[in-house]
C-alpha cells in the first residue's frame, strides 16, 4: 500500500507547519471561547473549580483523538483525510455516510452556525433583523467561497492572518485578568448545591465536557488537507498536537482570567439572566467601553478565522465522496488552474446558505457536535484496523502507549455520546437519522453506477 503521487491528483503541497498549526488554531479558536463558559459554568453547577476542570478535560479528549489522527495522517496523507481512513479502514459506506452527514448536517451546519453568528455580533448596536442577519451570514459565505475557489494558497494567507488577529484580544483578556483580577476564583470540585452525589458530579462533568467540546471543535479538520501539506509525514502530527495542546492552555487561562476579574454574584446573575458573553464583561470591567469594543472585535474576527478554515477544509472531504459514489462524481474533479476541488466548495457553500434559512444557532451546534462524536470514535478506531490490516505500512508517527490511548480515547467519545443520548434525546436522534439515510442514497448511488456500467459494456455488442 503506497502514497499516491500529488501531481496525479491535482493538489499542490503548499502549506508548511505554520500553517498548519494557523488552520487548526483558526477553525478551533471562533466564537466559543467567548460564550461556552458561561454554559460549562452552568452544567457544572456553578462551580468554577469543575468548569475549569472540564475545559481541562475536553482538551484531553481533544488530545487523545488528535493523537489517533496524527497517526493515520502520516501514514496516509490523503485528501478528505478521516473520510478517506474510513473507506479503508472500514468500507466505502462508512466514509460516504461521514461525507454525507457532513454535507447536509455537521459540516455545513458549522459554517452556517459560525455565518449566523458573526452578524448577530452586531444586532444590539445596529438594530439588524433576523431577516438581515440570515441574508448577511449567506453573503459572508458565498464570498468566502469565491475567494477559496482562488487557491489553496490565498486561503492559507488569509487563515494566518485571522488565527494572529484573533489572539490579540483574547491576550488582552488574560493579561487584563491575572494582571487586574481581584477575585479569587473557588477552584474545588463541588457544586454549589450543598447536597450533590458522586454519580451526579460525574454526570455533571460529562454534560459540561460536551458543552466544551463545541469550542475545541475543528482540529481533527486537518487531515483533510493531507495532499496539500508540505512534509505532511512530520507536519501533520506536529501541527496537531501543538495546535490542540496550544488551544486546551488557552481555554483553561482564559476562563479562569475571566473568573478572577468578574464577581462570582455578577456571572451568576449573567448566566440566569440569559448574558452568556462572559469575557465581554470582563473586558469592560478592566477597560471601559474601549475593552468591550475590543472583545467585540475580536469576536467578530474568531469567527470570521473560524468559518473561513471551514469552507477551506470541509470540501476536501467531499472530494473523496466523488470518487465513491456516482451521484457526487463531479465532486471529485480538481480545477487543474488552481489545483483546489471547486465543484466540492460550490457544493459546500449551496447547503450552507440552505441550513442559514433553515435552522438557528442552537440547533445546528448541538446536531454538530453530536454527529462530530460518532465518527471520531470510529476513526480513532481506524488506528487498531489499520496496524492490523496494513502492517507494512511506513508510519512516520505512531500514537503514544499504544494500544492503550486508542482503547482509552475510543471509550471518551463512546461516553460522552451515550450521555447527550441520556440529556439531550431529541437532538442525538436527529443526528443518528442523516447518516441512516445515507446508507440508502449509498445503495441507491451504487445500483444506478451498475446499471449505467453494463449498459456501456453492451453498446460494443450491439455494434
Not at 440570515?134 to 486561503?155: D, E, H, P, R, W
Not at 488537507?225 to 496550544?246: D, F, H, Q, T, Y
Amino acid at each position: 500500500m503506497t502514497n499516491a503521487p500529488t501531481e496525479q491528483r491535482g493538489f499542490r503541497r503548499e502549506m508548511g507547519l505554520f500553517d498548519g498549526i494557523s488552520l487548526v488554531v483558526g477553525i478551533m479558536v471562533g466564537s466559543g471561547v467567548f460564550y461556552i463558559g458561561a454554559y460549562v459554568l452552568q452544567r457544572t453547577g456553578m462551580s468554577p473549580g469543575l468548569s475549569i476542570l472540564c475545559w481541562i478535560i475536553g482538551g484531553i479528549c481533544s488530545l487523545l483523538g488528535s493523537i489517533c489522527f496524527a497517526e493515520l495522517g502520516a501514514e496516509r496523507p490523503l485528501a478528505g483525510g478521516s473520510v478517506a481512513w474510513l473507506s479503508e479502514a472500514y468500507h466505502p459506506i462508512v466514509a460516504f455516510s461521514a461525507n454525507f452527514t457532513s454535507l447536509f448536517l455537521s459540516g455545513s451546519g458549522s459554517i452556517a452556525a459560525l455565518a449566523i453568528a458573526i452578524p448577530s455580533a452586531f444586532v444590539s448596536y445596529f438594530g439588524i433583523s433576523a431577516i438581515e442577519v440570515k441574508l448577511i451570514a449567506i453573503a459572508l459565505i458565498i464570498g468566502l467561497t469565491i475567494y477559496n475557489c482562488l487557491g489553496v494558497k490565498m486561503s492559507a494567507i488569509l487563515e494566518d492572518i485571522s488565527t494572529v488577529a484573533k489572539l490579540v484580544p483574547i491576550a488582552i483578556i488574560l493579561i487584563a485578568g491575572f494582571v487586574f483580577g481581584k477575585q479569587t476564583p473557588n477552584l474545588s470540585l463541588v457544586p454549589a448545591q450543598s447536597s450533590v452525589s458522586f454519580g451526579s458530579i460525574m454526570s455533571m462533568i460529562a454534560f459540561a465536557t460536551v458543552s466544551a467540546l463545541w469550542a475545541y471543535e475543528g482540529w481533527a479538520n486537518l487531515g483533510s488537507m493531507g495532499e496539500e501539506m508540505k512534509n505532511p509525514g512530520k507536519n501533520i502530527p506536529r501541527a496537531l498536537i501543538l495546535g490542540v495542546l496550544s488551544v486546551t492552555i488557552l481555554y483553561a487561562l482564559f476562563n479562569f482570567s475571566i473568573m478572577k476579574m468578574v464577581p462570582y454574584s455578577k456571572l451568576t446573575s449573567m448566566i440566569n439572566s440569559g448574558d452568556f458573553y462572559l469575557g465581554t464583561e470582563a473586558a469592560r470591567m478592566a477597560m471601559g467601553s474601549i475593552g468591550e469594543s475590543i472583545v467585540i472585535v475580536g469576536m467578530v474576527v474568531a469567527m470570521f478565522g473560524c468559518l473561513q478554515g471551514m469552507i477551506v477544509a470541509f470540501p476536501r472531504g467531499y472530494y473523496v465522496i466523488g470518487k465513491q459514489s456516482y451521484l457526487f462524481r463531479n465532486f471529485a474533479q480538481i480545477n487543474q488552474k488552481n489545483g483546489i476541488p471547486t465543484t466540492a466548495i460550490i457544493a459546500t457553500a449551496i447547503v450552507s446558505c440552505a441550513l442559514v434559512l433553515l435552522r438557528n444557532l442552537g440547533q445546528l451546534t448541538a446536531l454538530v457536535i453530536f454527529c462530530g462524536m460518532i465518527y471520531n470514535f470510529l476513526t480513532v478506531i481506524a488506528v487498531i484496523i489499520y496496524r492490523k490490516k496494513f502492517p507494512d505500512l511506513e508510519r512516520p508517527y505512531k500514537v503514544w502507549g499504544y494500544p492503550f490511548t486508542v482503547i482509552l480515547a475510543a471509550a471518551v467519545y463512546a461516553f460522552l455520546a451515550v450521555e447527550t443520548f441520556m440529556n439531550d434525546p431529541v437532538t442525538a436522534t436527529i443526528g443518528c437519522i442523516v447518516p441512516a439515510i445515507s446508507f440508502v442514497v449509498y445503495y441507491i448511488g451504487t445500483i444506478r453506477e451498475k446499471r449505467i456500467n453494463q449498459l456501456l459494456e453492451q453498446e460494443p455488442l450491439e455494434e
